[in-house]
């Protein structure tokens, strides 16, 4: 789909992402999506999401290799039913809308979380839903759908733990199996139904691995500089940047 003459703008974009992705995999959540309009300027809006997965599902792995042990497997299988099913409503809603849209709608799925997180933040410090059945639920169902449309759940994930008042080392042993599996779920689906992913894309996605292994060293370092409220508020703003590019470019 994309050969190795790429312009400059796309190989220092491609660049970019992978060292995000890295860290934000390895603990500065969130760095990822700063890139991902920019990855849809570069390579298309739907076909970028082709590029993309791969190495998250690369920096997925590095991520739960070393923290393997750290993870509450409870709220990652409250999460994963849903979240499936968010992935063919995806897909459906794909099929009804033209492909000149798709960037709109990854905007929009992330100012939708934007304001859930934003609701939380302002209303109220106990969340007195987290307990009830479909909130979980919910989450997953969200998680899937922004995922699959625009590799964005990043903000939707960021949205449920921090309204869940997971700890630091909880929150990113979380995103790290809830992200291994879902991703490495809709790679099928990104190569037979979308056709996102083509062995041209993966070449570029091997270039990009050491890369990520960088991204990924930065990103454990650096996490743990972090005292938990600084790390909450950076998830927050990080968020919120993400958000705004997507939506003004």
Same mark, same amino acid.
């Given at each position: 789909?994309?050969?190795?003459?790429?312009?400059?703008?796309?190989?220092?974009?491609?660049?970019?992402?992978?060292?995000?992705?890295?860290?934000?995999?390895?603990?500065?959540?969130?760095?990822?999506?700063?890139?991902?309009?920019?990855?849809?300027?570069?390579?298309?809006?739907?076909?970028?999401?082709?590029?993309?997965?791969?190495?998250?599902?690369?920096a997925d792995i590095i991520a739960v290799a070393y923290y393997k042990r750290?993870?509450?497997?409870?709220?990652?299988?409250?999460?994963?039913?849903?979240?499936?099913?968010?992935?063919?409503?995806?897909?459906?809603?794909?099929?009804?809308?033209?492909?000149?849209? &798709?960037? /709109?709608?990854? $905007?929009?799925?992330?100012?939708?979380?934007?304001? +859930?997180? @934003?609701? !939380?933040?302002?209303?109220? %410090?106990?969340?007195?839903?987290?307990?009830?059945?479909?909130?979980?639920?919910?989450?997953?169902?969200?998680?899937? &759908?922004? /995922?699959?449309? $625009?590799?964005?759940?990043?903000?939707?994930?960021? +949205?449920? @733990?921090? !309204?869940?008042?997971?700890? %630091?080392?909880?929150?990113?042993?979380?995103?790290?199996?809830?992200?291994?599996?879902?991703?490495?779920?809709?790679?099928?689906?990104?190569?037979?139904?979308?056709?996102?992913i083509t062995w041209s894309t993966f070449s570029l996605n091997l270039l990009?691995?050491?890369?990520?292994?960088?991204?990924?060293?930065?990103?454990?370092?650096?996490?743990?500089?972090?005292?938990?409220?600084?790390?909450?508020?950076?998830?927050?703003?990080?968020?919120?940047?993400?958000?705004?590019?997507?939506l003004l470019k």
């Amino acid at each position: 789909m994309f050969p190795f003459d790429l312009t400059l703008f796309q190989w220092s974009i491609l660049t970019l992402t992978a060292l995000c992705i890295g860290m934000s995999k390895t603990g500065i959540q969130g760095m990822m999506l700063l890139v991902v309009p920019y990855m849809a300027m570069a390579f298309g809006a739907k076909e970028s999401t082709g590029v993309i997965l791969p190495m998250l599902c690369l920096a997925d792995i590095i991520a739960v290799a070393y923290y393997k042990r750290i993870a509450d497997w409870k709220v990652v299988v409250r999460l994963l039913p849903t979240a499936i099913l968010g992935f063919f409503v995806a897909i459906l809603v794909d099929s009804m809308i033209p492909t000149d849209r &798709f960037r /709109t709608l990854m $905007g929009g799925t992330l100012a939708l979380a934007l304001g +859930v997180m @934003l609701w !939380s933040e302002i209303f109220g %410090k106990e969340n007195r839903w987290m307990n009830c059945w479909w909130y979980s639920a919910l989450f997953g169902l969200l998680g899937g &759908f922004t /995922t699959m449309i $625009g590799n964005a759940a990043g903000p939707v994930m960021s +949205v449920y @733990l921090l !309204s869940m008042r997971k700890e %630091k080392m909880a929150y990113i042993g979380i995103n790290a199996w809830f992200f291994l599996v879902v991703n490495l779920l809709k790679v099928p689906l990104q190569i037979f139904v979308w056709d996102n992913i083509t062995w041209s894309t993966f070449s570029l996605n091997l270039l990009m691995l050491p890369v990520l292994g960088i991204g990924a060293l930065i990103g454990i370092r650096l996490v743990r500089l972090f005292p938990e409220k600084a790390f909450r508020r950076f998830i927050q703003v990080v968020t919120i940047l993400s958000v705004a590019a997507m939506l003004l470019k």
